[in-house]
């Protein structure tokens, strides 16, 4: 993914993932599944020892990390903080945009959706 964006603190919102969050079973309206791809920071894959790029299925946000947090646990605390809300030296990406509501971690997401988990970098 090609990623040339800023961050911003006014678009920052909390979004909550509580610890032990399992797929809940599909009705039969539920958005169906799309595949996602997930890129991560190499600081991130580093500290966790992850592939920077996983693709993984999911009708949500929400359900793509939670796809994600399953494979690669360690993960979820260099993403999450303790309540759910997303770290606040994190940014995250939905095809190129920072979302701005944490309703937006719920909405259904189009097969092909690319996801950029960015650290903020900082020093003089």
Do not use: W
Request: aromatic share 8%.
């Amino acid at each position: 993914m090609d990623h040339q964006v800023g961050l911003e603190t006014k678009n920052r919102f909390a979004i909550k993932l509580t610890r032990g969050d399992k797929r809940q079973p599909r009705s039969p309206k539920s958005a169906p599944l799309a595949m996602i791809e997930i890129e991560f920071t190499s600081q991130l894959v580093q500290q966790v020892d992850c592939p920077a790029i996983q693709s993984v299925d999911g009708a949500s946000l929400r359900e793509a990390f939670e796809s994600v947090f399953t494979n690669y646990p360690k993960l979820r605390d260099h993403v999450f903080d303790a309540d759910g809300g997303v770290l606040p030296h994190l940014a995250i990406f939905v095809n190129g945009e920072m979302p701005d509501s944490p309703d937006a971690f719920q909405a259904p997401l189009r097969d092909g959706s690319e996801v950029f988990v960015m650290q903020a970098v900082s020093g003089g």
